[in-house]
């Protein structure tokens, strides 16, 4: 089974509104990334939260982690129909250092 | 323009053929990683390279080999072996050991009729 699973499978919201998603994970971990996809692209990092920090904002997104429960939120405040895509957690874990374990991700779609 | 790309976009092959899909990076960056993406799923690792001229296997290393001879490429040969290759295969670099940060290829849909 995948290291992360994020929650929930897919959002549907519409512009201005606020999306969350959120990601849990197995074994500790030394960070927690989110990615994002738009269909039939590659990935593009987001953000990067250490395991030592449990908080960290980049424009619109906020990131929380909370490592005694094994959990991770995304926020995306104010959605644009450009945030349509999907958005995985990746996690590196201690004991397999640079390698990253993605999330089956969340399908966020933004209606205008 | 830095960055990392994978062709082709789309490849079409017949069952019991190797193809090989090919991914450059000019971000001088060490390592490099090959993903499998299945609809619906995330990504799988399947084999990656830390340095020119070492590759590690990933989760899913069966029917696929890579090479490393330069530090800028990291092709990858999907083999008649792989039971499965129909799929979105995505490539990505890193700076090296201490980077945890991916950048991703644009990807290529592979199709095995």
């Known amino acids: 089974s995948q290291q992360g699973e994020e929650d929930p499978q897919a959002l549907s919201i519409q512009e201005g509104e606020n999306a969350t998603m959120n990601c849990s994970y197995k074994?500790?971990?030394?960070?927690l990334q989110w990615y994002r996809q738009n269909s039939g692209r590659g990935l593009v990092h987001l953000i990067l939260?250490?395991?030592?920090?449990r908080e960290k904002h980049s424009g619109r997104l906020r990131v929380t982690l909370d490592t005694s429960k094994k959990s991770s939120s995304l926020l995306i405040t104010a959605s644009r129909a450009a945030d349509t895509a999907s958005y995985f957690c990746?996690?590196?874990?201690?004991?397999?250092?640079?390698?990253?374990?993605f999330g089956a991700g969340t399908q966020v779609v933004v209606t205008p | 323009d830095g960055g990392i790309t994978q062709s082709p976009k789309y490849l079409f092959r017949k069952e019991g053929q190797n193809v090989t899909l090919s991914c450059e990076q000019n971000?001088?960056?060490?390592?490099m990683y090959w993903y499998r993406q299945d609809p619906g799923q995330g990504l799988r690792l399947i084999y990656y390279?830390?340095?020119?001229?070492?590759?590690q296997k990933g989760d899913i290393a069966e029917g696929y080999s890579v090479s490393r001879e330069k530090k800028e490429s990291f092709p990858l040969t999907v083999t008649s072996a792989q039971k499965n290759p129909t799929a979105f295969y995505l490539c990505?670099?890193?700076?090296?050991?201490?980077?945890?940060?991916?950048?991703f290829g644009p990807g290529t849909r592979l199709t095995v009729l």
């Open positions: 074994t500790s971990i030394n960070n």
């Open positions: 971000l001088n960056h060490d390592a």
């Open positions: 390279s830390q340095i020119v001229n070492d590759f």
């Open positions: 990505a670099s890193s700076i090296g050991v201490n980077s945890h940060t991916q950048y």
């Open positions: 990746a996690t590196d874990t201690t004991d397999s250092w640079g390698k990253l374990q």
């Open positions: 939260i250490r395991s030592n920090e």
